[in-house]
């Protein structure tokens, strides 16, 4: 995975509920890996903001161009490697990122519920309210044997962490 490696570097979708890390985590993988980092919640449209930060669910026609513009920048970064956020919560979400760049591999950050909620309830400025939670579990089809990834508990520190799924998608690539 990494861009010293003999092939060529991939493109990581890093996926879980909201609250797992993903905008944390992102970043220090890419940064670890060499590769540029692009944060999901920034292809959201603005209804999809708005909806949400309404404590309104999104469906799945709203995730639709959310997830074809994260498809698109995955696309655009075959064979030069990259990390970027999305829920990804269901497995159709993920066989369309893959239709769009079937290379992407994805990271499954994972975890407790009430670690997860605590974490939420504690950040600031997000339009992701911790209510919307229960949805998320609800929704969430963790990574199947068929798909490639990794799932990578999110206990210990962002350092922690971020060392436990480098190390996933450097044994997932080899």
């Known amino acids: 995975m990494s861009t010293t490696s003999r092939t060529a570097p991939q493109v990581v979708v890093v996926?879980?509920?909201?609250?797992t890390g993903k905008t944390t985590i992102g970043p220090l993988v890419a940064e670890a890996l060499g590769v540029p980092y692009a944060e999901g919640d920034d292809f959201h449209p603005e209804a999809n903001v708005a909806k949400m930060s309404a404590g309104i669910p999104l469906d799945?026609?709203?995730r639709a161009p959310w997830l074809d513009a994260i498809g698109r920048w995955a696309h655009d970064r075959a064979g030069l490697g990259g990390?970027?956020?999305?829920?990804?919560?269901k497995r159709i979400y993920r066989d369309r990122l893959r239709?769009?760049?079937?290379?992407?591999?994805?990271l499954h950050l994972t975890g407790d519920r009430q670690l997860i909620e605590r974490r939420m309830e504690?950040?600031?400025?997000?339009?992701?309210?911790t209510?919307?939670?229960?949805?998320q579990f609800a929704t969430l089809q963790p990574l199947q044997e068929d798909e490639p990834g990794v799932a990578v508990d999110v206990s210990g520190s962002p350092e922690e962490i971020t060392e436990r799924a480098v190390a996933a998608l450097r044994r997932l690539a080899a």
Do not use: E, I, Q, T
């Open 83 to 89: 990390v970027v956020s999305s829920s990804a919560l």
């Open 15 to 19: 996926m879980g509920v909201a609250g």
């Open 131 to 135: 209510a919307l939670l229960d949805s």
């Open 99 to 106: 239709a769009a760049a079937p290379g992407v591999v994805f």
């Open 60 to 62: 799945d026609a709203d």
């Open 122 to 129: 504690a950040r600031r400025g997000h339009f992701m309210p």
